[in-house]
Structure formats: C-alpha cells, structure tokens
C-alpha cells in the first residue's frame, strides 16, 4: 500500500538537508500541496532498533495542508526480522495545521511508524506516538479535515507483535470548532495499532490509546464528523492476549447552529475484521471504548453517537475469555432546539458478528449510556434506531455459539432525561444485557449477573 508517489525529491531531504535526524520541526509558511516528510527512512533492513529520541513535526498555518508525516518509514521489499523501539526509545509524529479561513485545511498520514512489509517480530518497550492537529473551520463552506492517523502501520504478515509494561503506542487527532455557516470538521481513521494482515501473536501489558475531540458545529448548517478512532485494529490474528490498558475515546462538542449536525460513531477499543484464535483480556485490565457529545442546542440540529463497542469481532472467534474489564460508555446531551434530535444507538460492550467457538466471561463487560432531556419544541431524544433495529447491548452475538459461560458480570443501562418541551419525545428502549441473535449449539451456562 505504498504512498510513494508524492513528490519524491522530499524523501529523504529537504532545502537540501538529509532527513535523518533525531529532531526534525519544519515550519511551512503557506499552502502545501503533495510533499512527504521522513525522518527516518529504514528501507531495505532486515533489522532495526532504536534507543533514542525520534521526532518529526510539520506544521503549517491558516489554509494549508499537511499530508504524508513519517517518523521512521520501510517501504516492505525487504521483510523485517526485527523492529525494535528499546525502553530508552521514543517516535513521534506531529501533522498541524492552523485555521480554515476561505480554503478547506487537511493534516492526513501522520505516523509513528509505517512499515509496508511483513515483521517477523515487533517490539515496543519505550513510547511510539502520533498526532494530528488543526484549528477551526472559520471562513463559511470551509472545512477542516484529519485523518489516518496512526502510531504503528504494518500492512504485512506479523509474527510477534508486542507491547511491553509502562509503554505507550497512542494516536490523537484535535480539532476547533465548524465557526462558519455551512462549514465542516472532519475526523476519521486515528488508530495507534493498525495491522492490515495476519497477526500470529499479539500481547500488549503497555498502554495503547486512541483519542479524537473536536469542538461545536456552532456556525447555521454546520457540522462535525468525528468517526474511525480505534485502539487496536486487526486483519486476522491468531493469539491476542492483554493485560494492560487498550482505550478508545472521542470528545466532542454540541450542534449549537440551526440545523447543524454532529456525529460520532465507529469508536472501538479492539475491531478484528477477520478470523480469530484465541482471545483474552485478563487480569485488572481494561478494554474500553468512551464517547462525550454535547447536544443539540440550535433549531432543527441533530445529534448523533451509533457503532461504538469495547470490543467488536467481524468474523469466527475460536475462543474468548474475559477476566477483566471490557466497557463502553456514552454520555450525550440535551435536545434543547426546537425541532431538534439526539440519537444514540448500536452501543455494546462485546460484539460478535462471526460465529463464536468458546465464551466465558469471569470479569465484566459493561455498557453505559446516558442522554439528556427533550426540552425543545418538537424534540425527541432516543436510545433505539429502528431502521437497524438497534439499541443498547452488553454482549451481542449475531450468529452462532457453540458454548457460552459467564460467572462475572454483564450489563447494560441506559439513563436518559425527560420530555419536557411541547410536543417532545423521550424514548429509551431495547436495552439487553446479553443478545443472541443466533443459536447456542452447544452449552449456555450462567453463574453470573446479567443485567439490563
């Protein structure tokens, strides 16, 4: 997946200067269409570690781009015995751009660390980090836009692949305010781990931590977009084991102008689109997905938070086990304007959509939502999407389970305020501690709590 072709006079250099530096700030004084930016290019190694301090940071200002920011880079024709970042280590990546004042501006493929080939084994014991960052959609019809942010890319096959106590693989994206009428800000992809292929053996006792804010679509007809922001992402994996931390979090403001829009959805602490071994969360450790919305202030504004799970798995799942904590937490506002709407919806706290071998919980897996009141006019304000036939969940299964034990706890609730404007609706329904849409073929057994 190489996205070489960006002007390749700036790989490598720059004004002349080589790129491989420890320390690398560029500062752009105007627009920037199509460059890259490498501190580090470790093509063609079969191996690589690094003991010091990496960085590489490019900043532009009001109606600029800043596209293809790479701290340490392999374009894959050679495969990777070993990449290793010791305790003593540090990679990061900054992309920050100013305002959107009368052009769209963009920060797009800031990475820790890209690699486009196959590892045969990874290793994190010190702090891998990337970071995308703009101001606000100031001018009207302006828009703001980060995505694909990342802290590790590898797009090949992985052998080992880990994450070592008290280190961090983060990836953040922060954005303003959509200020100007019909303006828009736009975040998608912000992913510290993303594997594209088969993963053998996963373990993470480190920290691993996705974050995303932006502020209010405040401008008439404005908008925020906030999605994609997963902590750990895989193709396929065959043993993934963590005892540390793995969290997903996005905040973001309220609808304040007349018919502005706000939305956050697809925000997971783990998605796995593919086949999976065994699974296993142990320990005092936690998997979490969080989300914070503001509401929707402005006549006629929506509000929306759907797709959001602590853990989601898209394929068969041979074995489960859960001995810590897995959460999903959702907390959204007040439908204030009149004719306005807060939605939430498909919020869970473990979610299956392949068949489940073997699933046993011995810690719990939670799912909070809370909403605020109806108090517009003709408001409405609910925890169910009937057109997906979707609510609030604990635990979801869509289709089969051959076997499914829980001596720990599973929960889902929802709190949500009252209609209070003329007119308005509250409606907070089809919560299920655990939903199985399929069948159990083999066992259910429950010694546990299960509660909606």
């Known amino acids: 997946m ?5 002007l390749g006079g700036f790989k490598g250099k720059w004004m002349g200067f080589p790129l491989v530096l420890a320390f690398l700030t560029l500062l752009l004084t105007g627009p920037l269409a199509y460059a890259q930016f490498i501190n580090q290019d470790i093509s063609g190694q079969t191996s690589y570690t690094n003991s010091d301090w990496l960085s590489i940071s490019v900043i532009g200002g009001d109606d600029a781009s800043v596209p293809d920011v790479y701290c340490v ?20 990546a900054l992309g920050q751009v100013g305002n959107a004042v009368s052009d769209d501006v963009e920060a797009s493929y800031i990475m820790g660390v890209l690699i486009e080939g196959s590892v045969t084994t990874f290793t994190n014991g010190g702090d891998i980090t990337a ?19 990342y802290g590790v890319e590898i797009d090949g096959d992985v052998g080992t692949f880990t994450n070592s106590s008290s280190d961090t693989i983060s990836a953040s994206a922060v954005a303003g305010n959509a200020s100007g009428d019909d303006s828009g800000v736009y975040i998608y992809d912000i992913n510290p781990v993303w594997l594209l292929s088969t993963v053998d ?14 502020g209010d679509a405040s401008g008439d007809g404005s908008w925020v977009s906030v999605g994609g922001v997963w902590s750990l ?27 502005s829009y706000v939305e956050v959805y697809d925000v997971y602490g783990v998605e796995i689109d593919g086949d999976v071994g065994t699974f296993t969360n142990s320990g005092s450790d936690t998997i979490s997905a969080s989300v914070t919305l503001g509401g929707a202030s402005g006549d006629n504004s929506v509000v929306w938070a759907y797709w959001i799970a602590g853990v989601s798995f898209w394929d068969d799942v041979d074995s489960f086990t859960n001995t810590g904590t897995i959460s999903t937490t959702v907390s959204v506002g007040s439908a204030v304007g009149d004719g306005s709407e807060v939605w939430v919806a498909s919020i869970t706290g473990a979610e299956f959509w ?42 979801y299964l ?9 001596t720990g706890n599973i929960s889902a609730s929802v709190q949500a305020g009252g209609a209070l404007g003329d007119y308005s609706e509250v409606y907070a329904g089809h919560v299920l501690g655990v939903d199985i849409a399929g069948n159990v073929t083999g066992s259910f057994s ?3 709590t299960i509660t909606a």
């Open 446 to 448: 429950n010694e546990g």
């Open 201 to 214: 053996n996963f373990t993470n006792s480190g920290a691993i931590t996705a974050t995303a804010s932006a």
């Open 233 to 259: 992402y895989f193709d396929e994996v065959t043993s993934f084991t963590n005892t540390g931390s793995v969290s997903a979090n996005a905040q973001v403001g309220g609808a304040i102008g007349d018919g």
């Open 354 to 395: 392949g068949n489940v071998g073997s699933f046993t919980n011995e810690g719990t897996i939670s799912t909070t939502v809370s909403v605020g009141n109806a108090s517009g006019s003709g408001s409405f304000v609910s925890t169910f999407y009937p057109d997906w036939n979707a609510g609030v969940y604990g635990v």
């Open 73 to 92: 880079y392999d374009d894959g024709t050679t495969p990777l015995d070993l990449f290793e970042n010791t305790d003593t280590g540090s990679i990061s």
């Open 2 to 6: 190489s996205r070489m072709g960006w």
């Open 398 to 406: 869509d289709s089969d389970v051959d076997t499914f034990v829980n």
């Open 131 to 149: 970071t995308g960052s703009a101001a606000s959609a100031t001018g009207d019809d302006t828009e703001v836009d980060i995505y694909t942010v």
